[in-house]
T-cell receptor, first 113, second 111 residues
Framework: DSGVTQTPKHLITATGQRVTLRCSPR?????VYWYQQSLDQGLQFLIQ???????AKGNILERFSAQQFPDLHSELNLSSLELGDSALYFC????????????FGQGTRLTVV | GQNIDQPTEMTATEGAIVQINCTYQ??????LFWYQQHAGEAPTFLSY????GLEEKGRFSSFLSRSKGYSYLLLKELQMKDSASYLC????????????FGSGTRLLVRP
């Protein structure tokens, strides 16, 4: 158990809908990262937050947004869902942005039908 | 551009040694990571290299040559549970932890 908690574990929704994925980092970790892993694809970096502020952005679609709250949990919002958004969404956390090791949650498997 | 290459699949025998190679071309370099990922599970951290040379950690070792843009992960005394995907990832210099991942190498360990 990495200490990073993601909910829900599985989500099935229809095209055009909006979903929110939630991540609670390890106790004391200030950085949260979101990654997308499609079938047979590598992990794609989406966005990073550090202590509530956006720190780095990857190839995140405009339909996607994220935030980190004062209690350091983070949410990833996916809207106007398309079939191609079906993927595993991982959250990872670390104490400092410079930390060499980040701990991944178990992921949320999103299926868009 | 950013590019990380590693073999798609490898097969090895239980008890043997296997080397998984990774080559990278990125805009700057701030470290190279290896992660293990079992199907449908979270990646777990294996190693981190920022200086040239070999880092050994139990049955796993990782090597880095920055001048060649090359790394390898060496797994010794293979066990069946080592069957997994092994992900090479690079942290480019412009962000300490915006990791760029390779597509991963699926390792199958046979009895």
């Amino acid at each position: 158990d990495s200490g990073v908690t993601q909910t829900p574990k599985h989500l099935i929704t229809a095209t055009g809908q909006r979903v929110t994925l939630r991540c609670s980092p390890r106790s004391g970790d200030l950085s949260v990262y979101w990654y997308q892993q499609s079938l047979d694809q590598g992990l794609q970096f989406l966005i990073q937050y550090y202590n509530g502020e956006e720190r780095a952005k990857g190839n995140i679609l405009e339909r996607f947004s994220a935030q980190q709250f004062p209690d350091l949990h983070s949410e990833l919002n996916l809207s106007s869902l398309e079939l191609g958004d079906s993927a595993l969404y991982f959250c990872a956390s670390s104490g400092l942005p410079e930390d060499t090791e980040a701990f991944f949650g178990q992921g949320t498997r999103l299926t868009v039908v | 551009g950013q590019n990380i290459d590693q073999p798609t699949e490898m097969t090895a025998t239980e008890g043997a040694i296997v080397q998984i190679n990774c080559t990278y071309q990125t805009s700057g370099f701030n470290g190279l990571f290896w992660y293990q990922q079992h199907a449908g599970e979270a990646p777990t951290f294996l190693s981190y290299n920022v200086l040239d040379g070999l880092e050994e950690k139990g049955r796993f070792s990782s090597f880095l040559s920055r001048s060649k843009g090359y790394s390898y992960l060496l797994l010794k005394e293979l066990q069946m549970k080592d069957s997994a995907s092994y992900l090479c990832a690079v942290s480019p210099a412009d962000s300490s932890y915006k990791l760029i991942f390779g597509s991963g190498t699926r390792l199958l360990v046979r009895p």
